[in-house]
Each structure stands twice: as C-alpha cells, then as structure tokens.
C-alpha cells in the first residue's frame, strides 16, 4: 500500500487557529503559526489552512501568515478559502504555498480549475468539495463555507473536477466535520472509487481507529483532521494561551478575537466538545499496526560511517 | 562552502519560492534568474520544475537557456536537478509521446504503471517514500552516497514525491537512490559527476530535505 499522508487542517479567522462543529461555533484555539510548526515538528505529512471567512469576501487573506509560516516549516503546504483568479493562486504559491484548494470560485467557473491545472500544473490544483447528506441520502455540494448548497451532486462533481484536470481532491463531509464520531466511509469510498486521483479525507475524527476505518474502507489515499490534534496539542498548556493586549494578535483595528472560553477555561470548559484526542504519533502507530503503511522515523542502520 | 552565487533557474515551470527559501534556511542567498550570463557566472545551479516534460523542454527553449545548462554543467561546478528538473537532463521521456531532452545523462524517463487491482496506487504519486541504496551485481563496497547529496542521511529516510513519471538511468552506477512505487522500483536519486538529481522534492521533505540541500551547497568541485 501507498504511504498514507497525515495532514491536520488549520482553519484560520484573522490570525486564529479556530475550530467549530459542522463550520459553524467557532472557538479560538491559539495562533495559526505556532500550531503550523507544532505539527510540523510532530511529524504531519503536510497542512492545510483554510481561510473560513474568505470565500464570503471572494479574497484570501492569509498571505502574510503564509510568508511566516514558509520560512519555517518545509513540508507542502496547502492553501484554501477566497480563492478565484489565477492571479489569486500566483500571489498565494509566492507567498509560499505549495498548493490552492478551490471550492466555491470553481462551481461557479469551472473552467478555472482547467486553467490553473495547465499554468501551475496539476499538481499544484486540488479541489475541494464539501458535500453535505441531505435526509434522502444524497449528497450536494455546498460553497461559502457550509453556508450555501449549491444542488450539485457530489460525485458527479468529482468526475468532473478530475476531468478539468486537478491534481486531487480533498474532500470534507459537512455533517461529520467536528463531530468526532469518524469520517463518513459511504461519502469517501464512492468518490475514491470513481475517480483515479488521490481523495484526503476530511470531516469527523475522533479516535485512533476513525483514520484506520476511512483508509481500509473508506478508500482514502490521505487523511486530513482538524479537532482531534487541535485539542491534543493544546490541552497541556496552563492558563492563557494568548495574551490579547499583543497587537499582532488583532484582527484590525478593533480587537475581534471570537469566542475565546476555549483559551480561558481551557479543555474542562468546553462541555459541548465530543471529539476525543490523539498525536499524531499516536494515530501513525495505530494505522502501523492495522497494516497501514505511513511515513515513519527510520531507525535503521545509519548510513553515516 | 560558497554560499552564495547559487542561481535557480526560472523557465516558467516550478516552486521557484519553495526551492528559494530551503535555501535561505540552510544559510544561502540563491538567485531566481532566466539570464544566460547569470547561469554562466554561477558557482551552483539548480534546474527546479513541476508540470509536464514538453512544457518544461518549451520553457527552456522559449528562454535559450539550453545551451546555457549544457555548457555549464562541462565546467564541472554541482547542478541539482528537482523533480521535473531531474528529468530534463534525461536523454527522452514518453510523457504525451516521445520528447527528446537536454541528453546531460543517458536514459529514459518512463510512465508509472500501478496495479489497477486497488485504489492504493493512483496517479500521480503523492506523498513520503523511503529512499534505499540501489542494490548492484558487481560488488561495490563502501558507502555510495559519500560525497554525494546523500551523505549522511540515514537509509530509508522519507522523501516526499509528486509525479507521474519516473527516471531509468542506461548506467545503473547513476543511480545512487532507488524507491517504489506500486510494482515499479525507480531512481529516486541519481549522480554523474557534478549532476545530481533528485525525483522528491528536497524543499518540502522537512528536515532530510535540508539535509540534501546543505549537502549540495557543500559539495567541492
């Protein structure tokens, strides 16, 4: 089996790392930087930040948190949210992305995914779709974030996006993102399933076993999460996370920080949160042991004499 | 080591900003440049590149930079070769048919061809693979990748990859690093004198990846 890819997923307000359930109630967790290297030095194959308010305002406007971000951490980085010109993606990848996920500017002109798949190559283009399961089991793509369905049929979006010519796909389920209650395997085995390029699962992580169960069963080639590192790796700090005097830590001119309990009262003060915790070292030696091959630390014999 | 006077070569294609940046990390001040007289004067050149083989030689052309890259890599100074870069110094590749490349080291560069038995295996290869040392008939002995853009990185360390082809090098001896994908064993790392070439992406293989680019601005000539 190919390496599985482990690839935590940073949604970002202002300069925030936030997390909500289902894209909507979000908490404040830290600054998006210092969790970027955090996981970078844990070992995470990649990242993604996602700008959650940009698509609204159809502008990225994470490019300076990106520039800092690049001059630290040397794995690819992916950036989603607002993007919907070439010009939009060529200012991101100089900012130091290695790739653009694009959702809402692509239903809306498809043709920009072809585009940008021939200028930057495929390899730089990933689409992502966020569908939700309506009560009739169907699957529809919605855009802006979770706010809009579009009535587009997600798999046959699929089809159509690995035709356009993008490079994969990261594919989030609506109703399972923030839940904690596993990945939605249904969703993801039969996108996986009908098209020939990599899908990262997104959406619903919870556990150790939810990553081994969206691989073998779901058919993911990558698995992407948010919740289940985000509350890992920030439950041993003590007291305030954040100091919101610090004027770097505003967003504008009036402070507009969100909805900071999280960083007051820490993990115990959050009742409502129902997804578990792990590393992810933890989560790569369970997917060693279920047979799931990843990137690991080498411990073999040296090849310094 | 020298650490500055390193060109990147810019021909349209690639994370020109990536590459740049593993560079400053590892102390050096590289220059993005598509002039003939930068490549020239350069004490280091790199040949970055993403995307598909014939756009890459057209950039190339489109900019006269070929002959630039040949006579630079006879004055004997280290070239690095990145993915797609690797593969231009190749003799052809079958990527949309046959194209012809720089011929800088003889072989071929080949499409993959996963089992279709299950959805492990797509296309293009992305992600982390381990790079091993090629095994010979002919009873080399010794470390082969002393004094190499390898040296000191432990075997079987994680590389990350994206691409659809892969390089065959005519003379086994090129090929210094070998990984796999599916049922193909491909050259993952390949040396010939001054030129070495890397299918992964140094820039984006946290710290191994710096490991090899430190590696590179070191090497004597």
């Known amino acids: ?305 | 080591m020298n650490k500055n006077n390193i060109v990147i070569v810019d021909y349209t294609l690639g994370n020109l900003y990536s590459v740049k940046r593993a560079f400053q990390k590892v102390g050096c001040e590289p220059l993005i440049s598509d002039k003939k007289k930068d490549i020239l004067n350069a004490q280091r050149i790199v040949l970055p590149g993403v995307g598909a083989f014939s756009a890459g030689m057209k950039g190339l052309e489109e900019k006269d930079l070929l002959d630039s890259i040949k006579d630079f890599a006879k004055t004997g100074k280290p070239i690095l070769g990145i993915c797609l870069g690797m593969q231009l110094m190749m003799t052809q590749s079958e990527e949309n048919g046959l194209h012809e490349g720089m011929n800088l080291i003889k072989g071929k560069v080949e499409k993959f061809d996963p089992p279709k038995e299950t959805n492990s295996f797509k296309i293009p290869h992305y992600g982390w693979s381990s790079v091993s040392i090629p095994e010979l008939d002919d009873g080399v002995t010794g470390n082969p990748w002393r004094a190499t853009v390898l040296d000191g990185v432990a075997v079987n360390s994680f590389f990350y990859f994206v691409h659809s082809y892969y390089v065959h090098t005519d003379d086994p001896l090129n090929s210094i690093g070998v990984s796999n994908y599916g049922r193909n064993f491909f050259t993952s790392v390949l040396k010939m004198g001054n030129i070495s070439g890397c299918q992964f992406h140094p820039e984006l293989s946290g710290e191994r990846g710096l490991q090899i680019i430190t590696n590179f601005v070191s090497q004597k000539y």
């Open chain 1, 1 to 305: 089996m190919n390496n599985i890819r482990l690839i935590p997923r940073l949604d970002i307000k202002g300069p925030n790392l936030i997390k909500g359930i289902q894209f909507d109630g979000y908490r404040v967790i830290g600054t998006a930087e210092e969790f970027a290297e955090l996981y970078y030095r844990a070992g995470a194959d990649e990242l993604i930040y996602q700008d959650v308010v940009a698509s609204l305002y159809r502008r990225n406007s994470l490019i300076e948190i990106i520039e800092r971000t690049a001059n630290k951490i040397f794995i690819p980085l992916t950036v989603a949210g607002g993007i919907s010109s070439i010009e939009d993606i060529r200012k991101i990848l100089r900012a130091g992305a290695d790739k653009v996920a694009i959702n809402t500017a692509a239903i809306e002109n498809p043709k920009l995914l072809s585009e940008a798949s021939k200028m930057f190559g495929s390899q730089c283009i990933v689409s992502s779709i966020e569908a939700y399961r309506s009560n009739n089991g169907k699957y529809e793509v919605w855009v802006d974030y979770g706010r809009e369905n579009t009535g587009v049929e997600a798999v046959e979006w699929a089809k159509k996006v690995e035709d356009l010519g993008v490079g994969e796909i990261l594919l989030t389920s609506i109703n399972r993102e923030g839940m904690g209650k596993g990945y939605d395997i249904e969703l993801t085995h039969k996108i996986s399933s009908i098209v020939s390029i990599p899908v990262i699962a997104c959406g619903g992580a919870g556990k150790q076993k939810d990553f081994t169960e969206v691989i073998k069963q779901g058919s993911a080639n990558a698995v992407a999460a948010a919740s289940v590192f985000h509350y890992y790796y920030a439950l041993p700090k003590e007291g305030h996370t954040m100091q919101f005097k610090k004027k770097e830590l505003r967003m504008g001119k009036n402070i507009d920080s969100g909805n900071i309990d999280f960083l007051k009262n820490g993990y115990g003060g959050q009742k409502a949160i129902t997804v578990g915790t792990c590393s992810i070292k933890e989560v790569k030696r369970e997917l060693t042991e279920s047979g799931i091959n990843t990137r690991t630390e080498t411990f073999f014999k040296s090849n310094t004499e």
